[in-house]
């Protein structure tokens, strides 16, 4: 490998959050969790693509940290004395995006990740610092396409959007190859024997190369799961990882729990699909949902919770304790006690081949990746809730032309924030159709044309090539097989929702009544959008979760 830098470009800026200098007595601190050791020059501390990442503090000399692609290495930064080593894969134990080097002889502290998480855990002071920076760190990686892993696509392929959004809210960083765009890429097509039907396509470490992955394949490569073990018996198995069942996650562990959450395909549920929330307490600017449920992932990492992804609940195993969820692969998770947060989907219109354009030109959530497909275009969003609104505004301010809303009641009012319906009201980007819906959806490949229909029953076709819908909700229940009590809708009914007859048909075993928030199964729980008369806003969702935590410890205690 060469010892050149090729296009050295360290991140930047070198700011305080992101490079910290510690004190001496913070460096104390941190030496009392580890051991300390010479290093040579050249010495690689940690292998790009590694499972086992130490931490290190540097006390004397320099660690350069490289990306490595073949013979060529890109210098990311440059650690001297009182710096540390490290982004957010130290909290999640995902393999390392980069290799760690000494580049001048010298001193370090070292820590396994297991005595940086009971660090962290223990001392609020340097957990701010450490967690801070590896955050800012990685979002750098993210913004800039520092990961180990190419993706070659197209903007009209759906599957192409759906490994996109895969990577992108697992928070995995990623170059981006649009074959639209890049004509130039013939040599790397020719490379790999990469033929259009192949396409998307996500190269990893310059080596091997997956041809329309799954999610569970790109999870599997990218050794998303390595290192959690899954048959282990937790105190508390959370299925869903949207915002109730992180806020379960993060107040389970951080009280001492054994939790482990099983998402089946992205944190961030229906919430971190959404473009941007105002109304979220704390958050006077608002804050994208993206950004929200991934500090809330990071915090449930912090405090030793264990989340797999891309492997879904397949069932609940639910004649004896303790139960066992069934996921995908046949693996079982074996669990004490379990929180429901599996949410619902929006729900689809029922239009002939609306099925081909999901994902090319038809969408279930605005993110800033949508914004970017439909950037100086007519788009569409259907849906009257708050979830509509936000959609319409960012994509109105952000990216889109002009946004035409669809709406079947007469105002939105009912069924709006009020601050969104003024927002959109004044909007000049921004028309709103009371009573129209759409009846068509047209095109190749993808989404060329749609047709709606206004209240008097006329009919127009329009040249628009995206449309956003967020209409209704269907709970994701199919998956329990009449483990627990549902009501006429498929929500799972809770608490003082459950009849006695709901509990006589059940086999209810106990003295005492449900819980709050507790099904008609003893020791299993349900929050946010799977439940029945849930409140749909984020802060209710996040209000669940952690309430939910305080009765599994009643009942563990039983």
Partial sequence: MTSTH??????????????????????????????TR????????????????????????RIEIVRTAGDVEELIADHGPGEFTGETNMLSGRRSLVLARASEAGEVIELERDRLLALVQTDAELSEIFVRAFIHRHVELISRGLGDAVLVGSSHCAGTHRVKEFLTRNGLPF????LDRNTDVQALLDRFRIGIDDIPVLIVRGEQVLRSPSNQQIAETLGLNEGIDATQLRDLVIVGA????????????????????????????????????????????????????????????????DLVVARGARALACERRPYAIEMDEGHRAPARTVIIATGANYRKLPLPGIERFEGAGVYYGATR???????????????????????????????????HMLVRSEALAETMSRY??????????????????????????????????????????????HVFVMTGA??????????????????????????????????????????????????VFAVGDVRGGNIKRVASAVGEGSIAVAFVHRVLQE
């Avoid at 296009?7 to 601190?29: M, N, V, W």
């Avoid at 290093?39 to 290190?56: H, Y």
């Avoid at 170059?175 to 649009?178: C, R």
């Avoid at 259907?382 to 032309?401: E, H, K």
Wanted: aromatic share 6%.
């Fill in 6 to 35: 090729q296009g050295a470009i360290p991140l930047t800026p070198h700011t305080p959050q992101a490079f910290p200098t510690l004190s001496a007595q913070q460096i104390a601190r941190v030496a009392r969790h580890g051991h």
């Fill in 38 to 61: 010479s290093v040579a020059k050249g010495e690689v501390l940690i292998e790009s693509g590694a499972t086992e990442l130490p931490f290190f503090v540097i006390t004397r000399g």
């Fill in 175 to 178: 170059s981006y190859i649009d």
């Fill in 242 to 305: 949207g915002p109730s069942g992180l806020a379960a996650a993060v107040y389970g562990s951080s009280e001492g729990l054994g939790v482990l959450v099983l998402e089946s395909s992205v944190p961030g549920g229906q919430a971190g699909s959404s473009s941007r929330i105002e109304n979220y307490l704390g958050f006077p600017t608002g804050i994208s949902g993206e950004e929200l449920t991934g500090r809330a992932y990071n915090q449930a990492l912090k405090f030793g919770a």
């Fill in 369 to 403: 990746m949508e914004g970017q497909l439909c950037k100086g275009e007519e788009v569409i969003v259907i849906g009257g809730g708050n979830s509509a609104g936000q959609a319409a505004v960012f994509l109105a301010d952000q990216a889109a032309r002009h946004v």
């Fill in 420 to 465: 969104l319906v003024k927002r959109i009201d004044g909007h000049p980007k921004i028309t709103l159709h009371v009573k129209t819906e759409l009846v068509a959806v047209e095109g190749d490949y993808h989404l060329a044309r749609v047709r709606w229909r206004n209240e008097t029953g006329d009919q127009e076709t329009h040249e628009i090539r």
């Fill in 474 to 523: 269907l709970p994701c229940t199919d998956w329990l097989q009449g483990c627990v009590a549902l009501d006429p809708k498929g929500f799972i009914k809770t608490g003082p929702d459950l009849s006695s007859d709901d509990l006589q048909a059940a086999g209810w075993p106990l003295a005492r009544a449900p819980y709050l928030l507790e099904t008609s199964l003893p020791g």
